[in-house]
């Protein structure tokens, strides 16, 4: 069964200290995924997938396939980057997202 | 209209009575998507329109959910007998295409089930 796991409900780091937020999935076919960011207030919206190899507000992840990861990582945080982070696979069909749980990220001045 | 928008934003119904959430995505989305999230669970997927053909509604969770897209445009969910489980936040999402990855969500409409 395809599954999502983000074993921290609550991660709290000083600013400018890295962060890392945990991704693992079950998936027996080639996965897309994704992290989405949730704000204070606003609605969910996409940060980064791992086909663009992007880096998006100081942010990456890396596809881990052995270790059927997809962390999220960001060297130095900063107190904007306090959110909901929701890893998400795409399911085969191309269009249903299978979603984690959620960590909340806090940033402590 | 600029995003997507959801109404209302919070609904208080009594169990065992009827609701209707409305979804009015971004002009010229095909895909539409609704989405239950339950406190402190991530979303999970309820149905998918393409249009105004509902091509999955598989994650509806009981014969008491209903959503329609007539023209393929607005979408209604409808939850008919409400039971407390029901209760949960219900995401609206669409996209020019199918693919997953250019959704934008909708604020959601928080429902509670007293």
């Known amino acids: 069964a395809q599954r999502v796991t983000q074993p921290e409900k609550l991660l709290s780091v000083f600013k400018g200290a890295p962060v890392e937020l945990k991704c693992n999935y079950s998936?027996?076919?080639?996965?897309?995924l994704f992290w989405y960011v949730q704000y204070s207030r606003q609605r969910l919206q996409l940060l980064l997938r791992?086909?663009?190899?992007?880096s998006i507000k100081g942010f990456t992840a890396d596809l881990n396939k052995g270790e059927t990861s997809f962390h999220l990582k960001k060297p130095f945080a900063q107190e904007e980057d306090s959110a909901m982070y929701y890893c998400?696979?795409?399911?085969?069909?191309?269009?249903?997202?299978?979603w984690g749980a959620g960590t909340k990220l806090i940033i402590k001045p | 209209g600029a995003g997507v928008s959801q109404s209302p934003r919070y609904k208080v119904a009594k169990r065992g009575q009827d609701v209707a959430l409305r979804c009015d995505p971004i002009?010229?989305?095909?895909?539409l998507f609704w989405y239950q999230q339950a406190l402190g669970q991530g979303p999970e997927f309820l149905t998918y329109?393409?249009?105004?053909?509902?091509?999955?509604k598989s994650g509806l969770p009981s014969d008491r959910f209903f959503a329609e897209r007539p023209e393929g445009s607005v979408s209604t969910l409808k939850i008919q007998r409400t039971q407390q489980e029901d209760s949960a936040v219900y995401l609206c999402?669409?996209?020019?295409?199918?693919?997953?990855?250019?959704?934008?969500f909708g604020s959601g409409t928080r429902l509670t089930v007293v």
């Open positions: 791992h086909i663009s190899r992007e």
């Open positions: 999402a669409s996209s020019l295409t199918g693919r997953s990855s250019g959704y934008t």
């Open positions: 329109f393409q249009n105004e053909a509902q091509l999955d």
């Open positions: 998936y027996s076919g080639s996965p897309e």
């Open positions: 998400a696979l795409m399911k085969d069909s191309n269009y249903q997202l299978i």
């Open positions: 002009s010229g989305h095909v895909s």
